[in-house]
């Protein structure tokens, strides 16, 4: 059974960093690109950044490019999204999602940024 | 960027109705197009890539259509189970791009 668990939000002031995690298993994980996605609740869908299986391209949104730094460990299992300079639109549940598409979600971690 | 419009935002319809959500895209995205449901507190589900390609496990009331910049998710019958917000999303270039999403509610 393929699952993606996040970790790692939480609340933070303007200008600080977080770094969330995302643990995969069921499937071969280095076999595919994964992504972050996010959602301002009650809000829609946004994407944020992909990375390929071997680590080797990343791609981010304009609004996070420069402040965001995605990666991966595919000897753990584990995406990372390394969040720094965070302002307060910034605030939302991250997903990471397997694809594209994205056929398989975590649950998601809320990060709230304060101002 | 490539800007995806779905419409309407919101459709009131009944169990047993066929809904019809349009998705369209501001240049053509050759088919790369996903449709996904999410249910409150939730994550998104795919329903359907490539268009119109059923995900494994998805009831076949769910079909996708079209092709270059319109493309539109039907589902045949609705179920008290389908009322949720559904957004399409282009992985055709970067960055990808979801619609602003339908919410299906009950009538």
């Known amino acids: 059974e393929v699952r993606l668990s996040e970790s790692g939000g939480g609340l933070v002031q303007s200008g600080g960093s977080l770094r969330l995690s995302c643990v995969a298993s069921g499937f071969i994980f280095g076999g595919y690109p994964m992504n972050w996605v996010r959602q301002v609740p009650g809000k829609g869908l946004q994407w944020v950044s992909t990375?390929?299986?071997?680590?080797?391209?990343?791609y981010y949104a304009d609004s996070v490019k420069g402040r965001f730094t995605m990666s991966r460990d595919n000897s753990k299992n584990t995406l990372y999204l390394q969040m720094d300079s965070l302002r307060a639109e910034d605030t939302a549940v991250y997903f990471c999602?397997?694809?594209?598409?994205?056929?398989?979600w975590g649950q998601g971690t809320l990060v709230s940024v304060s101002s | 960027d490539i800007e995806m419009t779905q419409s309407p935002s919101t459709l009131s319809a009944s169990v047993g109705d066929r809904v019809i959500i349009v998705c369209r895209a501001s240049?053509?995205?050759?088919?790369?197009l996903a449709w996904y449901q999410q249910k409150p507190g939730k994550a998104p589900n795919l329903l359907i890539y490539?268009?119109?390609t059923l995900e494994s496990g998805v009831p076949s009331r769910f079909s996708g259509s079209g092709s270059g910049t319109e493309f539109a998710l039907t589902i045949s019958s609705l179920q008290p189970d389908d009322f949720a917000t559904y957004y399409c999303?282009?992985?055709?270039?970067?960055?990808?791009?979801f619609g602003q999403g339908t919410k299906v509610e009950i009538k």
């Open positions: 490539r268009a119109s």
């Open positions: 990375i390929s299986g071997t680590g080797d391209h990343t």
């Open positions: 999303q282009q992985y055709d270039n970067y960055p990808w791009t």
């Open positions: 240049q053509s995205i050759s088919g790369w």
């Open positions: 999602a397997r694809g594209p598409p994205f056929d398989y």
